[in-house]
């Protein structure tokens, strides 16, 4: 597997400042950042209304609303999410990789504001969470600051399977529905987000709201990671405005024409690059036009089916006949088509987590946006003469 | 004298009643045809709450009549009782389980809020099976009418109905739809 | 209102819901149940409690209080 550490930037270098002379140690990080400063619960509430952050984990919940639904007192922790199951991201690992120290900082400032006694860390990448160990020695924040690292397994970067897998507990999502804000880490409020969320509360800290909002669009005005990968020149993680056009982002890393995936294994397919103004995803991919769309998805369709954590039935099953549904789709056999149909009408909403709706929605806009190839995989050719290069990489170390 | 035929009476038929929902629940929990099972279900709940109210009646039948000597202390502390200790004491620790057992059944759809308590039910509903056998044995060794051969024949026809649902259990096996793995339910 | 909430990490596809609340819940083609309205009127609770007791895996549960992100 590559491990893509090739950054770059379109407009202002915000996440991603300084790191052109690699990781940040603490020093690099107060001469390129400044000090954190030290802000009020009601300040932090007050900057996020203002500028619309979004959490950076694919859900885009308003912090805002996540903060206010917090009670006044007895918050137990901050937890940072850098599990990033998602196979194809790389930006969370890289801000803990090259810039550890402006995710503590958001950590802890968000911490001491909330009263919260607790920082926990969990990584899954062993390289990330060396870069954070070694960054909180150089630190002398007056919290319990924890590095723990989980699995790999795709439900496990769920937020409430990470709080499972804190607690020592197995890393899978639990089958009630609770808000880590009212029951998370031992039953106690918690703020849980992802790592590039608390890199943007960092920043946000320090630029203050007129500033922060120079940049991106005037409903979410800021900054955004993405991961660029496929058939693209130079894949990476990218920092962009929000909002930047998809075409942009295509030309500037030298992607091959061809379909795009956006927001990875749970996200959408689009036929080929557009004027798409970006917001709210982390993932671009291109595929490029020498390989087989059906095939690569139908080995996705298998990956996913195998990332299932194994406990709800209608995942277990629906994704497993979606995988073969997909294989015979492939073979040009019609009734792949029929039931895969109904397999995508059986799995979304069916589970303690997102991960059959996620999976679900990928496979729907593939056989959406693929329409002519499924054309030509049902029709007499029984396939579209291209083999299938495994652009989309489904091993995850 | 009339509360000692009560309390027999009541001991006996409890005894039956908890044998018909110890086997019903055995068959049912490997049935897999739904309305089927419902109606299982349903018998084998109303045969243990009848049973749990005809244990109450003996235990306070027992404890009223003179006939024998039995203190209500033998409630709190099983092994202290002065008729038949050994006897005594397996009958009140059937009384456990079966009461333990059955008010948990019976309260199980407002527990169920409780996380801890779906998972673990399966367990607490262990505490029945025990009861059950410890009930059998209370029988075989407590009753005036133990030896004789009507009352032995009820005993070993309880015994005889719980070994055969467990073999026809075993018999008509199906895995559950869903496997989990590694996961404590 | 109340609602008919799914823990699906402890549903076995017993089938039971189904049995009971025929007109709210369906069975899919591996045995669990597809809710249908998600919505249970005042006419309809007694059977619902009545499923939510009978499910063996202690999976269904009525909530009158549905929170969501």
Redesign the interface.
Known sequence: MKTLQATSVIGDARLLAGLDQGRLDRQAHLWTHGAQPELTRAAYSELCEAVGLKGRGG?A?PVARKLASLPERGIEAVVVNGSESEPISRKDRMLLTLSPHLVLDGATGLAHALGAPHVLIAVHDAEAAMSVREAILERGDRLAIEVTETPGRFVAGEARAVLSALEGG?A??????V?PTQQGYHRRPTFLSNVETFAQLAVLARMGSRRFATTGVSAEPGTQLLTVAGAVQRPGVIETPIGVPLDTVLRYTGADPGPVLLGGYHGRWLPEASQQPLQGTGIVLALGADTCPLGEVHRVAQWLASQSA?????????LAGLADDFGRIVRGDTSGWYDAQRHLG?VPG???CAHPDGAARFLASALEVFDDDLRRHLGENRGCGRPVHGVLEVSHG | MTLWYVARAAGVVAMIMFTLAAALGIVSSGNRRPDRRFWLQYVHRSAAVTGLVLLIAHVFAVIADSNVEISPTVLLWPFGSGYRPFAMAVGTLALYGLVFATIAGAARGRLARF?AFSRYWRTIHIAASVGWALSIGHALLAGTDRTAPWMLAISLSCLTAVVGAGFYRAHTYAPP??V????AR | MARL?????????HGLCATLLGGDVAL?????P?LKGREITAGELPDARRAVLACPAL?LRLDKSV???
């Not at chain 3, 909430?5 to 596809?13: A, L, M």
């Not at chain 3, 899919?28 to 669990?32: H, K, L, N, Q």
């Open positions: 859900a919940f197995p899978v999502p639990p089958g009630r529905k808000l194994g406990q709800c039935g209608p995942c277990v099953f629906g059986l069916r589970g303690a | 996380a739809t869903l989990r793995a590694g996961r | 909430e799914i823990d699906w990490t402890r549903c076995d596809g899919d083609e591996w045995g669990f597809v999976a929170k969501g992100y």
